[in-house]
């Protein structure tokens, strides 16, 4: 149980092209999912916090206006990259909580290309 | 600022030669533990949550202790499948947010 399926598993851009990352709870709703993104050899840093039928809550330093999250409903969380540049390019991974603060499921992350 | 520190950095195991990491952490409030396995290009599979000093679980070859300010991840005989980055992670009470440590890359030769 608790399985969190993201989709695409890897994407190839052009610079100035919008991406979209897909976040899928498949046996649990989840009122709230997190966007990671993670850098070679570097731990998973926090980019916002999505819940489901309001906005997004963002971390320092990360542009709402680049980095788009979507909650629309229980089950699904989107990313999208928008004009992306070659320095976008990292891995993103999202998570859910089936119980806020009691285990965390992750997807299996995006690996993200922008050329 | 909380704050998660994970020890050592990279570690090499012979197989079967039993080994701990640690994690150290100062995020008021510890709500939980987290402890997860990360292999290359995925992401980060739970393994553990603990909650209170004093707590440990277990789940193959791995055992999870906790104390007031550290926690530990012992591996005891590890096979070259155990060879991964192992992840700790806090939550702080009243938040629901995960703060990671850089990891500790597991590394067992057969």
């Known amino acids: 149980g608790a399985v969190v399926s993201q989709h695409p598993s890897r994407v190839i851009c052009k610079s100035g092209t919008s991406v979209k990352i897909e976040c899928r709870s498949l046996d649990f709703q989840a009122t709230t999912m997190f966007w990671y993104r993670q850098f070679p050899k570097q731990s998973l840093m926090l980019m916002a916090t999505?819940?489901?039928?309001?906005?997004?809550?963002?971390e320092q330093g990360v542009e709402k206006d680049k980095f788009l999250i979507n909650h629309a409903s229980l089950t699904l969380s989107t990313l999208t990259v928008t004009s992306a540049h070659p320095e976008d390019s990292s891995f993103y991974i999202c998570?859910?909580?089936?119980?806020?603060?009691?285990?965390?499921?992750f997807g299996s992350g995006t690996r993200l290309t922008v050329v | 600022e909380d704050q998660v520190t994970q020890s050592p950095e990279a570690l090499r195991l012979q197989e079967g030669e039993s080994s701990s990491l640690n994690c150290s952490y100062t995020?008021?409030?510890?709500?939980?533990l987290f402890w997860y396995r990360q292999d290359p290009g995925k992401g980060p599979e739970f393994l553990f949550t603990?909650?209170?000093a004093g707590e440990e679980k277990e789940k193959e070859r791995l055992k999870a202790t906790l104390t007031k300010k550290e926690s530990f991840l012992h591996i005891t005989a590890p096979k070259p499948e155990d060879s991964a980055t192992y992840l700790c992670?806090?939550?702080?009470?009243?938040?629901?947010?995960?703060?990671f440590g850089k990891g500790t890359k597991l590394t067992v030769n057969p």
């Open positions: 992670a806090g939550t702080q009470g009243g938040s629901e947010k995960l703060v």
């Open positions: 999505s819940n489901e039928g309001s906005k997004a809550t963002y």
């Open positions: 995020v008021s409030g510890l709500r939980g």
């Open positions: 603990l909650y209170s």
């Open positions: 998570s859910a909580a089936a119980l806020p603060g009691y285990g965390y499921t």
